[in-house]
């Protein structure tokens, strides 16, 4: 395999990377993040106590019966939490996936244990809060380019494998055969021409809105299982569902010259209003979907469609770096605890070893790395090989002949894949660093006050807020760092509002992961539009909470029967995150 040094300049010819800002330690203004938040490791020592220098920065104080109330609520839910630290995990058994740290000594865990649960304290900041993502937390200023900054420790010698992951992240790939070699062997069916066309400005992506193109929204496609077979390689989590006879898994809307698009997503929506308890009413818009101009026939009877929009990019490293056990004690498949919330974990092979893993990332919780997430975007949203899924054909199925005959973009002097194995190293290792940004306003009183509703709400039982990353990570800058994704980043059943019907691995048509919240706040920002959830059906923070369901209802009922300033404090301290 060619070294890649010798392979980079002939990839990224011509591409200029984003600029990567030095992180800059004297913010300003009401909306930036907070000063002097040095490097930490907010386990092992206690540097930069006091870190929170926002303006306003804060005491509040609430009246007494607020204060007794919130205590006696958070009192059952950290006991839960205190005892989910403990419980064997029977689906992990079954998996041989650890249900206890082996990274740290005794002393460690309870450290940990102490520093993870959740607080009663709402009268003030935790510390570090507002460092969401331990020392790797970016504080340069809020703007659009928010979500595309190196994580804040990397060592200066591995910034130069991010600069050139990020090019490798915005290269534009072509048909082949093309003058440009390196570039080509895009498709020959695809959703984007590179991983930026979704991800822009690595944010989340959207609804085409009814513009001509859906760039950052597609449709999955997929059967469940129909035979004792089918059931069987699915439970040993060989493959996660079957794909469309005609095709495959995912409906690609775009091909390369000479070559018919397999069709197009088709999206209405009817408006449903719904009344809060103190009257004010709310419209949802319930989506359907279907697909239109179908190149290659019918799809199958059986297949279900699944629209997703492209995920904000931020943070992925650490997410990976939470060991599997702090994951898997949050697991409660059976509800044995009667609490209403059974969060079930994704079981997954990864793609280069084939051992069995715990998924974490994707809408379903289908893969189990970042290595794996990229990997599979090459091969399904821009149809390039890897050394991870080396089909140069993408998706394409037997039933597309045409697709089949297509030419690759293999290049022999540079490795069997069109994106061979040092490429796929630097995209990951750029996914997997591209900082969380920092807090705002985690001081504040309204923002104290919406976490606290928060908390009592419900809401921390599946947006767990607090994690400690492994400490023996192969990424140094990840090891050991206090972080606040609020996720547990388990399966959960989210009712019949949000279902899609369609079976990924252990994951149910009813089921999805719960997604982190940081930087949910900046998604305007960024992304420069307000769309959440997996499909971008809600326009605003408001609404995607009132479409919770499942085991979410009671959180969601919670919500809609507050007062509005409590409904308002509350979406103001997701915007800080």
């Known amino acids: 395999m060619p070294s890649i040094a010798s392979l980079i300049p002939v990839l990224v010819t011509g591409i200029q990377p984003r600029r990567v800002g030095a992180v800059n330690d004297s913010v300003k203004g009401e909306s930036s993040a907070p000063k002097d938040l040095g490097a930490l490791d907010s386990c092992d020592g206690h540097r930069n106590e006091g870190?929170?220098?926002?303006?306003?920065?804060?005491?509040?104080?609430?009246?007494?019966?607020?204060?007794?109330?919130?205590?006696?609520?958070?009192?059952?839910?950290?006991?839960?939490?205190?005892?989910?630290?403990?419980?064997?995990?029977?689906?992990?058994?079954?998996?041989?996936?650890?249900?206890?740290r082996t990274d740290l000594s005794e002393s460690d865990l309870q450290r940990v244990a102490d520093v993870t649960?959740?607080?009663?304290?709402?009268?003030?900041?935790?510390?570090?809060?507002?460092?969401?993502?331990?020392?790797?937390?970016?504080?340069?200023?809020?703007?659009?380019?928010?979500?595309?900054?190196?994580?804040?420790?990397?060592?200066?010698?591995?910034?130069?494998?991010?600069?050139?992951?990020?090019?490798?992240?915005?290269?534009?790939?072509?048909?082949?055969?093309?003058?440009?070699?390196?570039?080509?062997?895009?498709?020959?069916?695809?959703?984007?021409?590179?991983?930026?066309?979704?991800?822009?400005?690595?944010?989340?992506?959207?609804?085409?809105?009814?513009?001509?193109?859906?760039?950052?929204?597609?449709l999955r496609l997929s059967r469940a299982a129909t035979t004792p077979e089918d059931e069987k390689v699915i439970a040993q989590a060989d493959v996660v569902n079957f794909p469309d006879p005609v095709y495959g898994h995912q409906l690609q809307d775009l091909a390369v010259p000479g070559l018919a698009a397999e069709g197009k997503m088709a999206i209405s929506y009817r408006e449903e209003r719904v009344t809060l308890g103190d009257?004010?009413?709310?419209?949802?818009?319930?989506?359907?979907?279907?697909?239109?101009?179908?190149?290659?026939?019918?799809?199958?009877?059986?297949?279900t469609i699944s629209p997703r929009v492209a995920s904000a990019m931020i943070g992925l490293g650490l997410i990976e770096a939470i060991p599997e056990a702090d994951i898997l004690a949050h697991a409660d498949p059976d509800d044995a605890d009667g609490d209403g919330i059974s969060g079930k974990a994704a079981i997954v092979r990864d793609h280069r070893s084939g051992k069995i893993a715990l998924g974490r990332f994707g809408w379903k919780a289908q893969n189990a790395t970042v290595r794996d997430q990229s990997a599979d975007a090459f091969a399904n949203d821009i149809?390039?090989?890897?050394?991870?899924?080396?089909?140069?054909?993408?998706?394409?199925?037997?039933?597309?002949?045409?697709?089949?005959?297509?030419?690759?973009?293999?290049?022999?002097?540079l490795g069997a894949e069109e994106a061979p194995g040092p490429i796929l190293d630097l995209v990951t290792f750029y996914s997997g660093n591209l900082a969380v940004p920092a807090r705002r306003k985690a001081s504040f009183p309204e923002t104290l006050q919406g976490k606290r509703i928060f908390y009592e709400s419900g809401c921390i039982s599946c947006h767990v807020p607090k994690f400690v990353t492994r400490r023996d990570t192969p990424d140094k800058a990840q090891s050991f760092q206090l972080i606040w994704p609020y996720s547990d980043f388990l399966l959960h059943d989210m009712g019949d509002g949000l279902a899609d019907g369609q079976q990924v691995g252990l994951a149910s048509g009813r089921e999805w992961r719960t997604p982190p919240l940081w930087g949910i706040g900046l998604t305007r920002t960024v992304s420069g539009h307000s769309f959440f959830l997996h499909d971008g059906r809600a326009r605003s923070l408001t609404e995607a909470i009132l479409w919770h369901g499942g085991e979410a209802e009671k959180a969601r009922n919670a919500f809609s029967s507050l007062p509005k300033d409590d409904r308002a404090a509350l979406i103001t301290f997701l915007e800080s995150l």
Not at 53 to 66: K, L
Not at 387 to 404: F, M, V, Y
């Open 117 to 218: 649960r959740p607080t009663a304290d709402f009268s003030k900041a935790e510390q570090y809060e507002a460092m969401q993502a331990g020392a790797t937390t970016s504080i340069d200023p809020v703007t659009a380019d928010s979500f595309s900054h190196i994580s804040a420790n990397i060592p200066f010698d591995e910034e130069q494998n991010f600069k050139l992951g990020n090019a490798l992240f915005r290269k534009l790939w072509v048909s082949a055969p093309s003058s440009t070699q390196a570039s080509d062997g895009l498709g020959p069916l695809f959703n984007a021409r590179s991983c930026m066309s979704c991800h822009v400005n690595d944010g989340r992506g959207k609804p085409p809105e009814g513009g001509p193109s859906a760039t950052s929204m597609l």
């Open 51 to 100: 870190a929170e220098g926002e303006a306003r920065a804060g005491t509040v104080e609430f009246a007494a019966r607020d204060r007794l109330l919130s205590k006696r609520r958070l009192s059952i839910r950290i006991a839960a939490f205190a005892a989910l630290a403990a419980a064997p995990v029977s689906i992990a058994a079954g998996f041989d996936l650890p249900t206890k």
């Open 383 to 413: 149809g390039i090989s890897t050394p991870d899924h080396p089909d140069a054909q993408g998706d394409c199925t037997k039933a597309e002949e045409k697709c089949l005959d297509m030419p690759t973009g293999v290049q022999k002097r």
């Open 279 to 303: 009257g004010e009413t709310v419209s949802l818009r319930r989506p359907s979907y279907a697909v239109t101009n179908l190149g290659y026939g019918p799809l199958d009877p059986a297949t």
